[in-house]
C-alpha cells in the first residue's frame, strides 16, 4: 500500500508538472519550463521511493503497469478538474483496454 499512495502522490506532482502550464499559455515558454522542472523534482521525490519500496512485491513491469494505470487516474480528475475539458465516452473505452491489459501482466501464467 505504501508503494500505491507514494505513486499517487509522485503522479500528482507529475500532471501538474506536465499539463499545469496548459492553463497559462501566455506565459514565457522558458519559465513554465523552469516550473515545470521545479514540480518534477517532487514528483521523483516519490516516485524514486515508490519503485524501490515496491520492487520486490512487484516486478518491475509490474510497477510500470501500476504507475500507468494511476496516472490515467490522476490524468483524467486533473484534466476534468483543474483543466475544465469533458471526459469523453472513446477515452474510457480506450482507459478500460489498457485496464484489460493490466490482467494480462498480473495474471500467473
Same mark, same amino acid.
Given at each position: ?41 517532487? /514528483? ?9 519500496v515496491g520492487h520486490g512485491q512487484f516486478t518491475a513491469y509490474e510497477l510500470k503497469t501500476i504507475q500507468e ?15 475544465? /475539458? /469533458? ?8 482507459f478500460v483496454l489498457i485496464v484489460l491489459a493490466v490482467f ?6
Open positions: 500500500m505504501k508503494t500505491i499512495l507514494l505513486l499517487i502522490i509522485s503522479n500528482i506532482f507529475m500532471t501538474f508538472a506536465w499539463y499545469g502550464h496548459l492553463k497559462y499559455k501566455s506565459s514565457p515558454l522558458a519559465k513554465v519550463i523552469f516550473i515545470s522542472w521545479a514540480i518534477a523534482f517532487f /514528483e521523483y521525490c516519490f516516485q524514486v521511493p515508490a519503485n524501490r494505470v494511476i496516472t490515467l487516474i490522476v490524468f483524467s480528475v486533473f484534466s476534468v478538474l483543474y483543466l475544465k /475539458e /469533458e471526459l469523453r465516452w472513446n477515452y474510457i473505452v480506450g494480462f501482466i498480473f495474471k500467473k501464467w
